[in-house]
Each structure stands twice: as C-alpha cells, then as structure tokens.
C-alpha cells in the first residue's frame, strides 16, 4: 500500500500556500517522480549498524556500497544549482572509529559530487555514558554536497546579530584597527576593524550548536527541527523543492514548512510515515498554522 498526504497550509507570512507530501516508499523508486525538480536534499540516512531494532542497519564494511545505490536518484532529482547535506555519524567498532562515513563521501565525489563544506553539529547536551578511551560523544557530521562547485548558497538568511562585543570594541579604534592589520603570529591573516562599524550582522561560522532532542516524537533518531532549518533557509530558494529521502518522523517537513518551502518526505516505513503526518499537523498547527487542512489520499 503507498499512502500520501499533501497538506496545503496557507502561512502567516505569506499568502502563497507550499506544500508537504509524505511518501511511503523505497526512496530510490520514489524519487523517479521528481527528476530535475528539487532544490535541496536534506536527510539523515540510518547510521551504520545503528538501528538493529527499528529499522534495516547496515554493516560499516557494506555501507559504501549501500549508500552509493543512493547516488543516480540524488543525482537525477536535483536541479543543476541543487544541494544536497547528509547528516551521519562515526561508528565505534571494538573501541576504535570505522571509517565509513569518510569512505562514503569519498565514494560520492568519485561519482561526480562536489564536497563544498563539512559541517558539525555540535549537541550541546550530549548523552551521558563513560569509555575507557574516549570521553562524551558531543558532534556529528553534516556533509554538505552539489552538482556544481557554485550551487544554489544564500548566506545572507542565515546571517547573525553581531552581538555587543562590537559597541565597546568599535568605540575607540587606534591605528591598527583603521587599516588592514596582518596577525602578530605572522599566520599571512589579517583584518581591518574599521570594516565592522556599522554593520548589524554577520555570517555564522560552519558549526550549528544545537540540543538534542529530547521528547519522544515516536522515532529512535530524530534531528532536531533547527538542524534541516539552518540548511534549508541556506541552501533553498522560497517556494522551492525540498526533500528527505529518509524521513523518519517528518522533522525536515516541519521545518520547510515553517519557512514557506515545498517538501517532499519519503520513508519505506508506514509507521514512520504515519507519525509524520501526525507531527507535521500537530507542530505545524502549534507554529501557528491555523489554516492547515490536510487531505488524506490513500493509493493501493
Ligand atoms: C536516521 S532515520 C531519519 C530520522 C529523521 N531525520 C527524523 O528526524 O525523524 C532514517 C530513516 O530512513 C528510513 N529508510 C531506510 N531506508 C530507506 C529507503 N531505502 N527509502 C526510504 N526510507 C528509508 C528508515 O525507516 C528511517 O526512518
């Protein structure tokens, strides 16, 4: 059976509605439907040996192999300017770091991905525990992938406040700060703090500190909404297509529709699925999506 919603939530900002359609199916097969169609994919796969009890795991050493059946339905889905981040994790085998996560990317540039950037989500309340030879897990990676060196990138929406540092540091500058001053270390960097005056903002730097979560959103391995929500506004047009080939509890829907973006959620597991509907209605609703109306469609 492959079921599908499409909610049509009108959002507050805006008076154009964007959608968000819930697959389940293989994501290999389902993505057929949307060659040439999509902005940005945005997704956690399962880990490697991760998730025996819930849902397929796969062996580190088969992991490259797995992912790389992945690679042509990326590829075909996304735009030329099309963007694609990958959230994973390091896997311990007797004490010591597997690589495969390393391999895997290696893997996808040999096939024709550009890595433009390595992310780090930093947790800021990692899970407690003690190991004879490493100390609390506390970052995973977020790999970020395109078809192109030059994709789709607007880091003006995920620009910060400067914070107050600059009204006490601005307010007297000497010599140095008025032009540009290359770093006693003779490291060859430099900055000219002139160049701060009046500005209110700043780009972020490429690690996103963020807590995991920690209510039960009916999935062993959620991401927390920030996450797909810094790279969504970063890496996708409004209006625009995004989709998470592995959904799990509909986290990367909730975000896309939260910032006004299309998104299409695939997971081959109903129950997933089902409790991304669930989710998806019941935050959207909470973000203050009062007009939300959900068809159910149901296709055998
Ligand atoms: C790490 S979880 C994603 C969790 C998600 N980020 C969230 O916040 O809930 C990976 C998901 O991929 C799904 N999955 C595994 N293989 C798949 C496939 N071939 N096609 C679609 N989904 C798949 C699993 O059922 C699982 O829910």
């Given at each position: 059976?492959?079921?599908?919603?499409?909610?049509?939530?009108?959002?507050?900002?805006?008076?154009?509605?964007?959608?968000?359609?819930?697959?389940?199916?293989?994501?290999?097969?389902?993505?057929?439907?949307?060659?040439?169609?999509?902005?940005?994919?945005?997704?956690s796969?399962?880990?490697?040996d991760?998730?025996?009890?819930?849902?397929?795991?796969?062996?580190?050493?088969?992991?490259?192999?797995?992912?790389?059946?992945?690679?042509?339905?990326?590829?075909?889905?996304?735009?030329p300017?099309?963007?694609?981040?990958?959230?994973?994790?390091d896997?311990?085998?007797?004490?010591?770091?597997?690589?495969?996560?390393?391999?895997?990317?290696?893997?996808?540039?040999?096939?024709?991905?550009?890595?433009?950037?390595?992310?780090?989500?930093?947790?800021?309340?990692?899970?407690?525990?003690?190991?004879?030879?490493?100390?609390?897990?506390?970052?995973?990676?977020?790999?970020?992938?395109?078809?192109?060196?030059?994709?789709?990138?607007?880091?003006?929406?995920?620009?910060?406040?400067?914070?107050?540092?600059?009204?006490?540091?601005?307010?007297k500058l000497?010599?140095?700060?008025?032009?540009?001053?290359?770093?006693?270390?003779k490291?060859?960097?430099?900055?000219?703090?002139?160049?701060?005056?009046?500005?209110?903002?700043?780009?972020?730097?490429?690690?996103l500190?963020?807590?995991?979560?920690?209510?039960d959103?009916?999935?062993?391995?959620?991401?927390?909404?920030?996450?797909p929500?810094?790279?969504?506004?970063?890496?996708?047009?409004?209006?625009?297509?995004?989709i998470?080939p592995?959904?799990?509890?509909?986290?990367?829907?909730?975000?896309?529709?939260?910032?006004?973006?299309?998104?299409v959620?695939?997971?081959?597991?109903a129950?997933?699925?089902?409790?991304?509907?669930?989710?998806?209605?019941?935050?959207?609703?909470?973000?203050?999506n009062?007009?939300?109306?959900?068809?159910?469609?149901?296709?055998?």
């Amino acid at each position: 059976m492959n079921e599908e919603v499409i909610l049509k939530p009108k959002m507050i900002a805006t008076t154009e509605s964007v959608s968000c359609t819930v697959i389940y199916g293989d994501c290999r097969q389902e993505l057929k439907n949307f060659v040439n169609q999509v902005d940005l994919i945005v997704t956690s796969p399962p880990y490697a040996d991760a998730r025996k009890k819930h849902y397929d795991s796969i062996h580190p050493d088969d992991f490259v192999d797995w992912f790389i059946t992945f690679h042509e339905p990326f590829f075909n889905v996304l735009k030329p300017e099309g963007n694609l981040v990958i959230n994973i994790k390091d896997k311990i085998i007797n004490g010591v770091k597997h690589r495969y996560v390393w391999h895997t990317i290696e893997a996808l540039c040999e096939k024709g991905w550009f890595a433009i950037d390595d992310y780090i989500w930093h947790k800021t309340n990692p899970m407690p525990g003690h190991w004879p030879n490493r100390l609390r897990d506390g970052w995973e990676y977020c790999f970020h992938l395109a078809k192109t060196r030059r994709p789709y990138f607007n880091q003006d929406a995920v620009r910060q406040p400067i914070g107050d540092w600059v009204s006490s540091r601005l307010v007297k500058l000497s010599e140095n700060d008025l032009n540009r001053h290359n770093s006693a270390n003779k490291s060859g960097f430099g900055r000219n703090i002139s160049k701060w005056l009046g500005k209110k903002t700043v780009l972020p730097a490429n690690i996103l500190s963020l807590a995991l979560v920690g209510r039960d959103k009916g999935h062993p391995a959620v991401f927390p909404v920030d996450l797909p929500l810094f790279f969504i506004k970063l890496l996708a047009p409004e209006k625009g297509l995004v989709i998470d080939p592995f959904s799990g509890s509909g986290t990367t829907g909730i975000a896309a529709l939260s910032i006004n973006r299309n998104c299409v959620l695939i997971d081959n597991n109903a129950n997933y699925c089902q409790q991304a509907m669930r989710r998806i209605r019941e935050e959207c609703a909470i973000q203050g999506n009062d007009e939300l109306q959900p068809q159910l469609k149901l296709f055998r």
